[in-house]
């Protein structure tokens, strides 16, 4: 499986909003209402803000938003804050055969 | 509190193996696929393998098929991963996490280091 393509690096001020783009193809983004996204920061294990393309789990604000279209997934940050600033990967599932599969990651940095 | 923590890591020559251990606590992995996600040095995440709930279904990254095995033991709440013929580009932070389905991974741990290296 190939990775999700993610653009290396977003950026935004505090109270702005920054949108992150996760690209992959009609076997895994396309296909499937699947999409979740997790953000790292430095030394620390990831964590789920998103699943099921747009459904936050308890305790994540909502400032975080996904979204899908075709074969693109985003992750909106409304109302950016300094603690937003991480690393943010998207991730498919591929099929019940397969693993699912992990854009390249992108690092924010809140300005 | 549901916890996850990671053991076995450590350095390993390449062609040699390592096991890894992952205790889980607050909650039964019986209910869960259980998922181990590496980290290589500065790099981003990738899915290594998973495992379903009764251990009937494994699924691997191509660059590890034949060489990791995972395998669990719902009784003592543990997941396993068996890593054989190692590399220097297995070298990672290893995570270990439930996944809810749907690579919905909720819980993850702090992860083990492997270093693979001469």
């Known amino acids: 499986q190939s990775a999700l393509t993610q653009p290396p690096s977003a950026s935004g001020s505090p109270g702005q909003s920054v949108t992150i783009s996760c690209t992959g193809t009609?076997?895994?983004?396309?296909?499937?209402?699947?999409v979740s996204w997790y953000q790292q920061h430095p030394g620390k294990a990831p964590k789920l803000l998103i699943y099921?393309?747009?459904k936050r789990p308890s305790g994540v604000p909502d400032r975080f938003s996904g979204s899908k279209s075709g074969n693109t997934a985003s992750l909106t940050v409304f109302g950016l804050q300094t603690e937003d600033e991480a690393d943010y990967y998207c991730n498919s599932f591929a099929g019940s055969n397969n693993l699912g599969v992990f854009g390249g990651g992108t690092k924010l940095t809140v300005l | 509190e549901v916890q996850l923590v990671e053991s076995g890591g450590g350095l390993v020559q390449p062609g040699g193996a390592l096991r890894l251990s992952c205790a889980a606590s607050g909650f039964s992995i019986s209910e869960s696929w259980m998922t181990w996600v590496r980290q290589a040095p500065g790099k981003g995440l990738e899915w290594v393998a998973n495992?379903?709930?009764?251990?009937?279904?494994?699924k691997y990254v191509d660059s590890v098929r034949g060489r990791f095995t995972i395998s669990r033991d719902n009784a003592k709440n543990l997941v396993f991963l068996q890593m054989n013929s190692l590399r220097a580009e297995d070298t990672a932070l290893y995570y270990c996490a439930r996944d809810l389905g749907w690579n919905r991974v909720d819980y993850w741990g702090q992860g083990t280091l492997v270093i693979v290296s001469s």
């Open positions: 099921e393309v747009n």
């Open positions: 495992i379903k709930k009764d251990g009937s279904v494994k």
């Open positions: 009609s076997s895994d983004v396309g296909a499937y209402n699947y």
